[in-house]
C-alpha cells in the first residue's frame, strides 16, 4: 500500500474535489486501456489487459468432466487468481522468486494468498451469481454435454502481472475478454451405457464453438475519497479511500452483483446513484471492447472465405488468434 504524507493526501482529496485528479483525470474517467488477446496459445482461451500501471492475464483452460450430484444438468466453472510477487512489495518474496514466479508462476504456489483469495471469491460471484444462480454472468447448463454423465469444466486463471490499483475491474475485463476468446471443440457422446460407466467420447480436432459472453458482466468499481467516489483509482488514490462499491453489470445493463469494502457507511441515495453511474461507465467500456471483437471476427470470417490456408488454421484451433486492441481515456 502506498504511504502518502498529510500534505499528498491534502494535495490528492483536494484534486479529487475539484475535479483533476493527480494524473490530470477527471474523477469518472478510466486510464488508457491496452488488451491483447490469444496471449497462452495452450489455453482454450486468453487475454492480457492493462488499465494503466496495473497488468494483469486471464486464461481459460476447458476440460470434460462429470457433472455434480447436485447439479446434474450444469457444468461447472473454478475462478483461481494468484498475485505475482513483482506485483506489489508486500506479497514479501526475494527478488529471485519474484523473477521464476513471474515466468513460471503456476509451479511456484501462490503469492499474496490473502489478496488472491479475496479477489477470487468476488469473481467467482460475479460470474456465478448467488447460490440460487441468480444473477449468474455463465450459464452453467450451456456447459453441459450429456445430462448427469459429461459436461465441460472451465478452470478460469487470472495472474496479477504489477498493480497500481483497480485489480478487480482489470480482472473481471480480462476474463470477460479471455472468454470472448475461447473456443470449445464439439463433442460426441457414445451410445448409453450403464450408469456406473462413463461413455465414451470423441472430441473433435477440427470444429470449435464460440463461448458466448453476452451476459458475461464486467466490474465497475467506485471509490469513495474524501466527499466524491471516482472510477479507476489508482494505488495511491486507493490508500486514502474510506470505502469502495464493486458493481457488476452485464451487456444489457442488468447488475449481476455488488459488493462494499472498507469500514465507512454510504447512504442509500449514494449507493443508488453509484449504480447509475456504473451502468453508463459499463455500457461504454463494453461497447468500445465489442466493436473491436466484431472487427476481429468479421476479419476472421473473411479470411476463411478468402483464404484457404487460413481456414486449414482456423480448424486446428486458432479461433483465439492474437488480437490486440488498445483505447485511450473515456471523455
Known amino acids: 500500500m502506498v504511504a502518502c504524507s498529510v500534505g499528498e493526501q491534502h494535495f490528492l482529496k483536494g484534486g479529487i474535489a475539484q475535479e483533476l485528479r493527480t494524473d490530470g483525470r ?5 486510464r488508457h486501456t491496452y488488451v491483447e488477446t490469444g496471449v497462452i496459445p ?14 494483469v492475464i486471464a486464461s481459460v483452460k476447458a476440460e470434460i468432466g462429470r457433472p455434480s450430484s447436485l447439479q446434474p444438468d450444469k457444468g461447472k466453472v473454478a475462478v483461481f487468481i494468484d498475485c ?7 506479497f514479501g518474496v526475494s527478488f529471485y522468486l519474484a523473477l521464476v514466479t513471474c515466468v513460471l508462476w503456476f509451479l ?20 456465478l451469481g448467488g447460490k440460487s444462480g441468480a444473477g449468474a454472468g455463465i450459464n452453467l447448463s450451456s456447459l453441459l454435454i450429456k445430462e448427469g454423465r459429461v459436461c465441460w469444466d472451465l478452470y478460469i486463471d487470472g495472474l496479477v502481472i ?18 470472448t476468446n475461447t473456443a470449445l471443440p464439439k463433442v460426441q457422446v457414445s451410445a448409453e451405457v450403464a450408469d456406473d460407466e462413463q461413455p465414451e467420447i470423441d472430441i473433435s480436432d477440427e470444429e470449435y464453438q464460440q463461448f458466448g459472453t453476452s451476459s458475461v458482466p464486467i466490474i465497475v468499481t467506485l471509490t469513495k475519497v474524501g466527499e466524491h467516489y471516482i472510477v479507476d483509482a489508482t494505488e495511491e ?13 452485464n451487456r444489457a445493463g442488468h447488475i449481476c452483483g ?8 454510504l447512504d442509500q441515495s449514494v449507493i443508488l446513484d453509484m449504480i447509475s453511474v456504473a451502468k453508463h461507465v459499463s455500457e461504454t467500456l463494453m461497447n468500445k471492447l465489442d466493436s473491436k471483437i466484431s472487427k476481429i471476427h468479421k476479419q476472421l470470417v473473411d479470411s476463411i472465405v478468402y483464404g ?13 488468434e492474437k488480437i490486440v486492441i488498445s483505447f485511450g481515456s473515456r471523455d
Open 108 to 127: 511456484l504456489g501462490r503469492g499474496g494468498e490473502e489478496l488472491s483469495s479475496e479477489l477470487a471469491l468476488a469473481l467467482q460471484k460475479c460470474l
Open 42 to 55: 495452450q489455453a482454450n482461451g486468453s487475454a492480457r489487459v492493462r488499465i494503466g500501471g496495473t497488468d
Open 237 to 249: 488514490e486507493e490508500s486514502q479511500m474510506s470505502s469502495a462499491v464493486s458493481i457488476s453489470v
Open 162 to 179: 504489477s498493480s497500481d490499483g483497480n485489480l478487480l475491474d482489470a480482472l473481471s475485463a480480462a476474463i470477460k475478454a479471455a472468454l
Open 26 to 30: 477527471k474523477r469518472l474517467t478510466y
Open 84 to 90: 505475482s510477487p513483482t506485483a506489489e512489495p508486500t
Open 258 to 265: 455488488l459488493t462494499k469494502r472498507g469500514g465507512s457507511g
Open 308 to 320: 484457404s490456408l487460413f481456414k486449414v488454421e482456423i480448424k486446428h484451433n486458432k479461433l483465439h
